[in-house]
Each structure stands twice: as C-alpha cells, then as structure tokens.
C-alpha cells in the first residue's frame, strides 16, 4: 500500500454526495483518497474493518442520507469501535466541512501491514481485521448489545434436550453430537439471532455478545452432558462413577 512507500497517513473519504470542498483538500501529513459510494447503508462493519487493516489510518464516512438508515450506520460504527477500530471512523454531516477536521488529523495509531485478504466469508474477513488491529493477547472482546457475534451458555439444570434450539438455528452454530446426548456449539457460527432463545421451552439458554479471537472459535465445544476428557469416569444409572484402577 502507498503508506509503506511514502510514510504519510492514509484517509478514506466515504461520501454519496461530493462535499463541496472535496476538490480543494490538500493535507501534508497524509493522503486523502475519496471514494464515492452509491449507497452508505451498504457500507458495515467489515467493510470498515477490513479498510484499517489494510492501512487506512482514518475513515471518514458520510452520514447516510435516509433518517431510518442512520441507527443502522450508527451501531455498525460502534461495533468497529469496540473491534480495534476506536476513534478511527468519524461520521461528518453533509453539510459540515471536511477541510478543518482534515487539517487537524493526528494519527497516533500503530501501523498495521497489510496483510488481512478478503477470503471467506464476511465474518471471517471481520475476525482477521480485528486480529490485526486489537493487541495479539488479546482473545476475546466484549461487544454491544446485538453484534452479529457471540456465546451461548446453557443452564443444564434446566435443559430437558429436547432439540428444539437445535432445530431452529439458521446457521447450525448448536447441534448435538453423534450419540444425540450433548449439545454442541461453534462460536464463529453464532450471529446471535436469539431464536434458540426465543424457543426453548426450559428457559435454559443465554447468549453474550462478544468475539472470540482465537481458534477455539471455529471448533465445536460442548455446551451440556458429560465432560470430553471422560479419563476414568463411567455414568451408570445412579450417577458418575469412578473406574477401578487396572494396576
């Protein structure tokens, strides 16, 4: 990307309606590359996401035309935020001028190489851009109320399996295992719809918004039954029992 060969900033301007100004802006601590897009609504969370890890130091993005599409705008600017992205997309008014807040861009933001491809699905291209903006020990971050991503944690004193939160999930993010006793769960999966939620007879389930950075998030863990390290451990009848040591 040309920030690794000139070493200035790198600002992306994202607008429907060409601020008039635009043409005049001239900054000599970064380049300014404006874009026009035919429709801000469309623009989410990873597409933002994707931009700063790709080099982008700030984005700056028109505020959507339509009164209705603005929340919208909005939530998925504070998920980029709580992504690694603080402070490093700011929505302007259409009627507000880019040359003084431009003119008065720090970038005080470690430089990130360029090196997160589009591949996948868009939530996988979401979790690589946010691995490479959020420190690398960094596992797990906690998101606002209805993000697209999250857990899903299970009462098992409540749960009466009956496959019901198994059935109705659209992205077969829970499922059983292959002897039908345990509830499994793949997080990278879960876009916290809530269905499972909604459909549980038992009151049993719960969700948390939150991303999982690690690899565990694309395995399949048990949420309910027995413990997948069983070692010495048989179930009978009358509950878990200890097996006889061979010795």
């Excluded at 933002?48 to 599409?69: K, N, P, T």
Aim: glycine share 6%.
């Amino acid at each position: 990307m040309r920030k690794s060969q000139t070493g200035r900033g790198q600002v992306l301007v994202l607008y429907e309606a060409e601020p008039a100004e635009l043409a005049d802006l001239n900054s000599r601590q970064c380049d300014i590359i404006p874009v026009s897009v035919c429709c801000l609504s469309r623009i989410g969370h990873t597409d933002l996401l994707h931009s700063l890890a790709s080099g982008f130091d700030v984005i700056h993005m028109q505020v959507c035309a339509s009164e209705q599409d603005i929340p919208h705008q909005r939530r998925e600017v504070e998920l980029v935020q709580a992504l690694g992205g603080l402070g490093r997309v700011l929505v302007f008014d259409r009627d507000t001028g880019l040359s003084r807040r431009l003119a008065a861009s720090v970038f005080p933001f470690p430089s990130v190489t360029p090196d997160v491809l589009a591949m996948g699905s868009r939530r996988d291209t979401a979790r690589a851009s946010a691995a490479a903006l959020l420190p690398a020990s960094m596992d797990r971050v906690s998101l606002p109320d209805q993000a697209p991503y999250g857990s899903i944690s299970l009462d098992e004193e409540l749960c009466n399996h009956c496959s019901s939160c198994v059935w109705v999930c659209p992205s077969d993010a829970l499922s059983f295992t292959e002897n039908g006793c345990e509830l499994s769960f793949v997080e990278s999966q879960c876009f916290q719809c809530g269905l499972c939620i909604t459909i549980c007879p038992q009151r049993a389930l719960s969700m948390e918004a939150a991303m999982d950075l690690s690899a565990a998030a694309v395995l399949p863990h048990l949420l309910a039954g027995r413990n997948d390290n069983l070692g010495n451990v048989e179930e009978t009848a009358s509950g878990p029992v200890q097996a006889e040591d061979p010795s």
